[in-house]
């Protein structure tokens, strides 16, 4: 589903950012990309997402090498990430309702399958029962669960998560983690990207280690080496 072969990214300044990383997710795997702060995570997952080319090497996602994508082409495969952010980035004028069904709205899908979707999506994360509500008035667990069912309502293949339990306690975050799992179950491919060793440690899932941009680590969490930190 994702595949980095011998991916290279530099900035201007001659900031490099990734080196010669490789690997390769199946469909339906759930994994973890893990890292001290600035080890060059998030520009690994902006590759994915067509925010950023590769320097160097051949980012695939689904079989599909991205790196000569026109950029007419970039929101069509666009639709097929979810992504999770940590800080939401919830429309706090809209419904949860609302929010969920933007993706859908952006793609044309007719309003009567919109509603079937959004439902379906909220139940899946426990809200179906606040959907008329505002964002603003949800806890921070439940808001995380609305921006996850905006990411998955339209059943991507590949799933993306960036820091998503990083304002939340432990008990939530083991919560938010277990949907994923759900969804790797389900055959979505999930990848997120976090520092904290103490909630994936008990996942038993795959565990791609960065450091200063290298991939130094790809295995169970007993083998991470220098990921701790932020």
């Given at each position: 589903m994702?595949?980095f072969?011998?991916v290279?990214?530099?900035?201007?300044?001659?900031?490099?950012?990734?080196?010669?990383?490789?690997?390769?997710?199946?469909?339906?795997?759930?994994?973890?990309?893990?890292?001290?702060?600035?080890?060059?995570?998030?520009?690994?997952?902006?590759?994915?997402?067509?925010?950023?080319?590769?320097?160097?090497?051949?980012?695939?996602v689904?079989?599909?090498?991205?790196?000569?994508?026109?950029?007419?082409?970039i929101?069509?495969?666009?639709r097929?990430i979810?992504?999770?952010?940590q800080?939401?980035?919830?429309l706090?004028?809209?419904?949860?309702?609302?929010?969920v069904?933007?993706?859908?709205?952006?793609?044309g899908?007719?309003?009567?399958?919109?509603?079937?979707?959004v439902?379906?999506?909220?139940?899946?994360?426990?809200?179906?029962?606040?959907?008329?509500?505002n964002?603003?008035?949800?806890s921070?667990?439940?808001?995380?669960?609305?921006g996850i069912?905006?990411?998955?309502?339209?059943?991507?293949?590949?799933?993306?998560?960036?820091?998503?339990?990083?304002?939340?306690?432990?008990?939530?975050?083991?919560?938010?983690?277990?949907?994923?799992?759900?969804?790797?179950?389900v055959?979505?491919c999930?990848?997120?990207?976090?520092?904290?060793?103490?909630?994936?440690?008990?996942?038993?899932?795959?565990?791609?280690?960065?450091?200063?941009?290298?991939?130094?680590?790809d295995?169970?969490?007993?083998?991470?080496?220098?990921?701790?930190?932020g």
């Open positions: 994702i595949e072969q011998h290279t990214k530099r900035y201007e300044g001659q900031f490099t950012a990734l080196r010669d990383v490789n690997f390769a997710l199946e469909r339906g795997e759930m994994a973890f990309l893990t890292g001290h702060s600035g080890a060059g995570k998030s520009t690994l997952l902006k590759l994915i997402m067509l925010m950023e080319r590769p320097t160097a090497g051949q980012v695939l689904g079989g599909q090498a991205l790196e000569h994508t026109p950029r007419r082409r929101p069509y495969i666009r097929h979810g992504v999770v952010f800080n939401h980035q919830l706090f004028d809209r419904t949860v309702f609302d929010n069904a933007m993706p859908l709205e952006v793609t899908v007719p309003p009567r399958d919109i509603a079937r979707r439902r379906a999506a909220l139940d899946k994360v426990g809200l179906l029962k606040k959907e008329q509500l964002p603003v008035s949800l921070g667990g439940e808001q995380q669960r609305v069912a905006r990411a998955v309502v339209n059943k991507p293949p590949l799933l993306l998560a960036d820091e998503p339990t990083g304002n939340l306690d432990p008990a939530l975050s083991t919560e938010i983690m277990e949907l994923f799992r759900e969804f790797s179950r055959g979505v999930v990848l997120v990207a976090t520092h904290d060793i103490d909630l994936i440690e008990g996942m038993e899932r795959r565990v791609l280690t960065l450091s200063e941009g290298q991939l130094t680590g295995g169970p969490v007993s083998t991470m080496e220098g990921a701790h930190g």
